[in-house]
Every structure is written in C-alpha cells, then in structure tokens.
C-alpha cells in the first residue's frame, strides 16, 4: 500500500510535466487564455491537493497518538482557493478562460483516479 505522502509525489511530477506542456501551448500556440486557464486552474489543484495532503497527515499523526482530531478548515480553504482561481479569470478575461481554469483544477484528481486505476491493475 502506497502511502498518501508518496501518491502525493508522484502527482506532483505528474503535474509539473503536464504543466511544462501547458506552459510550451502558451507560448507556442494562439490559444494563450486557454493555457493560461489550463496553468492557473493546475497551479490551484495541487495547492488544494497539498492542503488535502497536509490535513490526512495531521490527522493521521493525531489519531496514532490518541489525541482528539479537529476537521475544520481544510474544505473551506480548498473552495476559498478554487473560488480565487475562479475570480482571477473572470478578472483578467484575456489572460484566463475560466472553463479551462476549472478544467485546469480538477486535473490533479483526475490524475489521482488514473494513478489509482492503474495501480489497480499493475497489482491485481
């Protein structure tokens, strides 16, 4: 069993190499709000992806230690940050395409769910 601390990592490459191909259809291709929506809304999903990270962590050390676990906070920034994201491309519309921004968003969960499937199989 993969622990959350190395699922984490390997998204993170996972990213970064996504994120360097965004980065080269930004600047290679007339589409540069779509990348840059595509860019900002990634750069947002890994945060929350770390706070995610972050927060299991903690609750995990303080179960281990039969301390009382506390579960606020960690939604609120995740959607406080989501909804920066959100406002910093309707802000700066030819800079950001917000469809891409929330595409850009979700990719870290939809490369968590293909890290998963394909765990699944390489191990079954």
């Known amino acids: 069993m993969h622990t959350l601390r190395q699922i984490f990592n390997r998204q993170k490459k996972a990213l970064f190499f996504l994120l360097a191909l965004f980065v080269i259809g930004w600047a290679f291709t007339e589409f540069r709000p779509v990348f840059g929506g595509l860019i900002l809304g990634s750069l947002f999903g890994l945060y929350n992806f770390w ?3 972050r927060r299991m962590d903690r609750f995990n050390q303080s179960v281990s ?5 506390k579960a606020i906070g960690g939604t609120a920034l995740r959607f406080g940050s989501g909804v920066a994201a959100a406002a910093i491309a ?4 030819e800079d950001f395409n917000l469809i891409s921004t929330v595409i850009g968003l979700m990719i870290p969960y939809i490369l968590l769910l293909i890290d998963r499937i394909v765990v699944h199989v390489k191990h079954f």
């Open 51 to 53: 706070i995610l990270v």
């Open 65 to 69: 230690e039969g301390k009382e676990t």
């Open 90 to 93: 309707l802000s700066m519309p």
